[in-house]
């Protein structure tokens, strides 16, 4: 365990001294910033934004360079972090997950969960792409939206997009996640929300495979509602479909068979498909074939899945499985936003938010990687263990300072563990959350 803990380290540092040699391609000015002696140089911006944790910025600045007169003040700080560009953290968020993926496979595909989650700024009236203006008495708010593609099985982030929640799409976000992906095949498994027929023939096109939950017939805008399904509870239904965006005397014909032609209008996003026709053009089809799903989940619950997953291979049965293993991104993102402080920012720019967000994405990878292969089994104790997330994050922290040794970071985890408990479940209780004091974190 100690010869991983000091790899993943020093993976992460490799990654930082790549950036900070050629740090001029990540400046906003490259023939001025960082270019001069300063208390606070390029590397020691990234390493102290990477460290952040929910305090007021001064507390912060303290507790990591040191209660001292010479420390650099808040304001020289904040001057410094505005020389990054938009590209740095983003940059090193990719390039740390490079150096760090190591495949995981689940019959010889990689199992990415992919979703979204809204995280609220403090309020600022200027961003129109994130502000919302209240009503009925409620008070004005921003929010922003993180997209982003889970490895459920390594239980990393592999890649995110992060925009105003006024311009969030998550289909086209996950559409291009998926197109600059290197990734070798994989299983996108997604919710509702993400059934599209552009997104499946992108997956489908970069030789992978969705399993995408759906409306249930009868749903309005469902993409069941335009196809002949069985009149059973459960099912297991091939679609053999063929898309185009040409409606001829002759095509119309073909559209009555639902389960084999549909007409994609030029209201609707399909890439692969000419988006106007002349009138001597021929017919150009696009062939995605799929099954449709349905399968009980409780005593008198059904969901529907559409995949493109071979029947032999995948049964109702394990698609079921494979599903509910969709909740690995739900997890991540709680602890993304309370146990690592997501909800606690200290500027009110968005393009400072956003240095905020992927140092939090880089700093939930390292810990995991160091962390997740830990689970203790006893005889003798009624479940497994693993380790306590919220102590891992600190200790994780405070070893990425340097102030903890790899040994003692394997002791303090190994001490504090938490039970695995498999297949409990709870109602989530929705509530409004509120940004914590923009004023007392920048302090």
Not at 314 to 323: C, G, M, T
Not at 363 to 381: C, G, H, K, Q, R
Request: proline share 5%; hydrophobic share 40%.
């Amino acid at each position: 365990m100690i010869d991983r803990i000091t790899t993943v380290k020093k993976k992460l540092d490799d990654a930082i001294n790549q950036l900070c040699e050629v740090s001029w391609m990540f400046s906003k000015h490259p023939e001025k910033d960082f270019t001069r002696t300063r208390k606070l140089p390029f590397r020691k911006v990234v390493s102290f934004l990477l460290s952040m944790e929910g305090g007021s910025l001064t507390n912060e600045m303290m507790k990591h360079f040191g209660c001292s007169a010479e420390i650099a003040s808040s304001s020289a700080f904040v001057q410094q972090r505005g020389k990054l560009s938009e590209t740095a953290f983003p940059d090193l968020f990719a390039l740390f997950v490079s150096k760090t993926d190591s495949p995981k496979l689940y019959k010889g595909l990689r199992l990415i969960a992919a979703d979204g989650s809204d995280i609220q700024i403090p309020t600022n009236h200027c961003h129109a792409e994130s502000f919302f203006p209240g009503s009925n008495g409620q008070a004005p708010y921003n929010l922003l939206h993180l997209d982003a593609m889970y490895d459920l099985l390594q239980h990393i982030y592999l890649d995110a997009n992060l925009c105003g929640k006024r311009t969030e799409n998550e289909r086209i976000s996950l559409c291009k996640m998926v197109d600059r992906s290197h990734l070798e095949p994989a299983l996108v498994i997604a919710d509702r929300g993400y059934e599209n027929y552009n997104l499946m023939a992108h997956i489908q096109e970069k030789g992978w495979f969705f399993l995408i939950r759906i409306k249930d017939a009868g749903t309005r805008y469902s993409m069941t509602a335009c196809l002949d399904l069985p009149a059973t509870e459960e099912f297991d239904l091939f679609v053999d479909l063929h898309l185009t965006t040409r409606a001829t005397n002759k095509s119309k014909k073909l559209f009555d068979d639902k389960n084999r032609y549909r007409y994609v209008p030029p209201s609707s996003t399909f890439d692969f498909l000419p988006k106007k026709n002349q009138k001597h053009d021929p017919t150009i089809f696009y062939h995605l074939p799929f099954r449709i799903v349905r399968f009980q989940i409780t005593d008198e619950t059904y969901e529907t899945v559409v995949t493109n997953l071979p029947q032999d291979e995948f049964s109702s049965d394990e698609l079921r499985k494979l599903y509910n293993m969709r909740w690995g991104i739900e997890t991540s993102f709680r602890e993304l936003k309370y146990t690592l402080g997501l909800l606690h920012f200290h500027a009110k720019k968005v393009e400072y938010i956003s240095q905020e967000v992927f140092a939090r994405l880089i700093m939930y990878n390292f810990t995991e990687l160091i962390t997740s292969p830990v689970v203790i089994s006893n005889a003798d104790a009624k479940y497994a263990y693993k380790a306590n997330f919220s102590v891992a994050v600190h200790v994780c922290r405070q070893f990425f300072l340097g102030n903890v040794s790899p040994p003692d970071v394997e002791a303090l985890i190994l001490r504090h563990v938490s039970p695995v408990r498999p297949g409990r479940s709870r109602p989530r209780n929705i509530s409004a959350k509120r940004a914590v004091s923009f004023s007392y974190r920048v302090a």
